[in-house]
């Protein structure tokens, strides 16, 4: 089946709503969480699965070799709770003030002129006692439509996270074992809400050669 990014973002702004803001809620806390919801969408893009590991949320990695694909501690954050995720900013919700989220978050220190930053918001969101706090990749470029990342960005982004791996790799990884890594979830075979299919190609040849090189040894299938 095609891969529909309007049909993808679509389930995956009901599913965070239904999470995200609880039915006990008043009619005018709701109309304030679902304004709020909209704004971060409008700001970081529709919900998704999880990230390209390359992307600048996820690719600081605390171990070099590892594929992360949502934030966590392994890649430098500090008490998550209750997060959903946007292309370019994640939300989290967890009890207390937030104050070790936003510290962790504004330590990692993303590629040239892309920031992470993190900050308290006001919305009901989730559960009375949470203080919900928006993290987001502040990208000094423009996006392309639909907030998918340029091939200029996303290239050496990609570059900078998988040539290293050659110091380590004992086998070279086809792109479709590959495929969820490099281009976040969800994805179809030639795009994700990520990354266009022009970019994808792009990146599935610069990929593929490196593979084909031996740089990483025998290819596994």
């Not at 309007?6 to 304030?32: C, M, N």
């Not at 709770?81 to 936003?102: N, Q, R, S």
């Not at 050496?156 to 070279?172: C, F, I, Q, T, Y």
């Not at 086809?174 to 809400?193: D, Q, V």
Request: hydrophobic fraction near 40%; include cysteine; proline fraction near 6%.
């Amino acid at each position: 089946m095609a891969f529909r990014a309007d049909e993808a973002a679509e389930v995956g702004l009901e599913r965070v709503k239904r999470y995200l803001i609880p039915r006990s809620l008043t009619a005018d806390e709701r109309q304030h969480a679902e304004r709020a919801l909209a704004d971060i969408v409008s700001a970081c893009g529709p919900v998704v699965g999880g990230y390209p590991s390359w992307h600048p949320l996820v690719a600081k990695s605390l171990k070099a070799s590892d594929q992360v694909t949502i934030p966590s501690e392994r890649c430098g954050y500090r008490g998550l709770d209750h997060t959903v995720y946007f292309a370019h900013g994640f939300v989290t919700c967890p009890y207390g003030d937030g104050e070790e989220v936003m510290r962790s978050a504004n330590d990692i220190v993303g590629p040239k002129d892309i920031y992470v930053t993190a900050e308290a918001i006001d919305a009901p969101f989730y559960s009375s006692g949470t203080t919900p706090i928006l993290v987001k990749c502040e990208w000094m470029a423009d996006l392309e439509e639909g907030f998918t990342i340029p091939k200029s960005l996303a290239v050496p982004l990609m570059l900078e996270k998988e040539v290293p791996a050659w110091r380590w790799s004992e086998v070279g990884e086809t792109w479709e074992n590959m495929r969820s890594y490099l281009l976040g979830s969800p994805h179809g075979a030639r795009s994700s809400l990520f990354v266009t299919q022009d970019t994808a190609l792009a990146m599935k040849k610069i990929y593929e050669a490196m593979v084909n090189s031996g740089m990483y040894g025998p290819i596994y299938r």
